[in-house]
């Protein structure tokens, strides 16, 4: 069975991961939504090497800005994973809790 403490530890840490949650939730989303403007510009820079545009694409998609952001993006994404799967667990204990104290209810 879940305690009582146990079940306060995870809404206590719900309610005050709330602002980080979002946080990075729209910091790895804005990452997400900037690929257009980096493919964009390591484009320009290669159509100047390049005779035709499927090579000046395929040459911003190896670039290092292309890279470096793959790489910002993979962090963003991770930062934000592990706070949403924390938060997961906490409302998994505090539902499993919900449910045990109906059950006790009804016994």
Do not use: C, P
């Amino acid at each position: 069975m879940i305690t009582e403490d146990r079940v306060e530890k995870a809404i206590r840490y719900m309610a005050e991961t709330d602002e980080d949650y979002a946080r990075a939730f729209v910091i790895y989303n804005d990452a997400k939504n900037h690929e257009g403007v980096v493919v964009s510009q390591a484009f320009m820079r290669s159509k100047k090497l390049f005779d035709t545009v499927a090579e000046a694409n395929a040459a911003a998609k190896i670039s290092k800005e292309y890279k470096n952001w793959e790489d910002d993006k993979t962090s963003k994404a991770f930062d934000y994973m592990i706070l949403k799967v924390k938060r997961d667990t906490e409302k998994l204990i505090w539902e499993t809790w919900r449910t045990e104290q109906a059950n006790l209810r009804n016994i």
